[in-house]
């Protein structure tokens, strides 16, 4: 059954020109199309489509909150891809939509992505409820694409029931996905071992259920670091009074254990919903959210200011040969503001 979405409060709505419009109208409808360009025009860095984009958004704003958010995390190779799919094939045959905001790694060097989780996702993307959105990382922290967050909520605006975000890997850096969605999971190896625990630690912390895949290559392997992992999470402190992390064991490739996957997501949106938790944690993403546009924008206006542009490459390289240190370079720029 589909998810109840909740009544939000009518708000004015902004002017919206045809073309906008049109937009609004075909993402509200349900369309691809129209949910895809829209897409396209919240992730574009030109200045006038970020003014289209803001309006869009606003339009559709009082549309969205009724999917359920699941992060998926996890060390490349531990099959994110195979396991969404394997997801999103369930939930269908459940009758809910699905939509995947899959984020590629960005080459430091070219800039560029393979954008390939349609082509390892075939299944999924031939499937009418469902709606795959690869996009490049541009080598931003977090693991998650710059604008995950508002193509999230247009596709909540079209309707889907479950969204599901998919993070280029596992780091600490790479918990940014945490922080936009209801529950985060993360995927783990059998055979992962000693040489994972570092980066391990730090994404357990905030990781809100585990998931052990390819169990069926080794089950042994499996049920061993289902019980070394379950040892460490009794050291570290519960992220939820109303929530104790499970610890589960998989198979995406033969899709084993999905539905007992899917029932305990489940089972944590009926806790946190019921303490109040789940709504919280909504509303402290937004603020946190808010505060991060916001310091995008002082950097990006701090750069294009004109005295910073003019003194910035000769301080620059005083910094690098030592003539003056990082905080007088840093403080003379910021004095311009």
């Not at 002082?298 to 294009?304: C, D, M, N, V």
Request: a neutral charge; charged letters at 20%; proline letters at 5%.
């Amino acid at each position: 059954m589909p998810m109840n979405r909740p009544e939000l409060p009518s708000v004015a709505q902004p002017e919206l020109d045809a073309a906008d419009r049109s937009l609004v109208e075909g993402v509200l409808a349900r369309q691809l199309r129209p949910l895809a360009k829209t897409i396209t025009l919240v992730e574009s860095q030109r200045e006038d489509h970020k003014l289209r984009a803001q309006r869009v958004l606003e339009a559709l704003l009082p549309h969205t909150g009724g999917a359920m958010r699941v992060g998926i995390s996890g060390v490349p190779g531990v099959g994110k891809s195979t396991f969404i799919e394997a997801l999103g094939l369930y939930l269908i045959e459940q009758g809910l939509r699905v939509a995947v905001l899959a984020v590629d790694p960005s080459s430091s060097v070219t800039g560029g992505s393979i954008l390939g989780d349609k082509t390892r996702m075939e299944l999924l993307s031939q499937n009418t409820g469902a709606f795959i959105r690869p996009s490049p990382s541009a080598c931003s922290l977090g693991g998650v694409a710059e604008k995950t967050r508002e193509s999230m909520l247009v596709c909540e605006a079209a309707g889907f029931d479950v969204i599901i975000i998919e993070t280029v890997g596992v780091g600490q850096s790479e918990t940014a996905v945490a922080g936009m969605a209801d529950i985060f999971c993360l995927l783990q190896l059998p055979n992962a071992g000693d040489d994972l625990q570092a980066i391990k630690k730090g994404i357990m912390e905030i990781a809100d259920l585990i998931v052990i895949n390819k169990a069926d290559i080794d089950p042994a392997a499996a049920m061993r670091a289902k019980s070394q992992i379950k040892t460490a999470l009794h050291m570290l402190r519960p992220a939820s009074p109303n929530w104790t992390v499970p610890v589960l064991t998989l198979s995406a490739l033969r899709k084993e254990g999905i539905a007992e996957f899917w029932n305990t997501v489940m089972a944590y949106r009926k806790a946190l919903t019921a303490s109040g938790e789940l709504d919280a944690k909504r509303r402290h993403q937004a603020l946190a959210w808010m505060w991060e546009l916001i310091d995008s924008g002082l950097r990006s206006r701090f750069r294009s200011h004109p005295q910073v542009k003019d003194e910035l490459p000769a301080l620059a390289r005083a910094v690098e040969e030592g003539s003056t240190t990082p905080s007088i370079a840093a403080l003379r720029l910021l004095g311009h503001l």
